[in-house]
């Protein structure tokens, strides 16, 4: 069994910033990838930025040069710090994760319960 547990999200005015976690635990053999993904009213869920066990990183063009994400790989914890924010990144916002639980077991992507972060004057 393994739980994401997110923390972070709030309610902030524009041009301010957050920092989301995300804590890995239970049957965890290795990760393969974490990300956090974001869901507005109406809209799809969309991938915010994720990083590989190779250490590449990658965002969607809509965050870049605002939003860092970071891996604690000891803790199996990930962390996105959000500054300069903006409304239109009003959303719930998912950690996702890609691990093998055991050594004998395939990958699979388990999800965090969503924080809302709203961004408002």
């Known amino acids: 069994q393994v739980e994401l547990v997110e923390s972070g999200g709030g309610l902030v005015q524009p041009g301010g910033s957050l920092r989301l976690s995300c804590a890995a635990s239970g049957s965890i053999f290795s990760i393969v990838a974490m990300g956090w993904y974001r869901q507005a009213p109406g809209e799809q869920r969309e991938l915010v930025a994720m990083?590989?066990?190779?250490?590449?990183?990658n965002y969607a063009d809509s965050v870049k040069g605002r939003f860092t994400f970071s891996r604690d790989n000891a803790k199996n914890t990930a962390y996105l710090q959000m500054n300069s924010l903006k409304p239109e990144d009003t959303a719930v916002y998912y950690c996702y994760v890609n691990l093998r639980p055991t050594p004998a077991l395939t990958l699979r992507n388990y999800w965090g319960q969503g924080t809302q972060v709203t961004v408002s004057l």
């Open positions: 990083i590989t066990s190779g250490g590449n990183t």
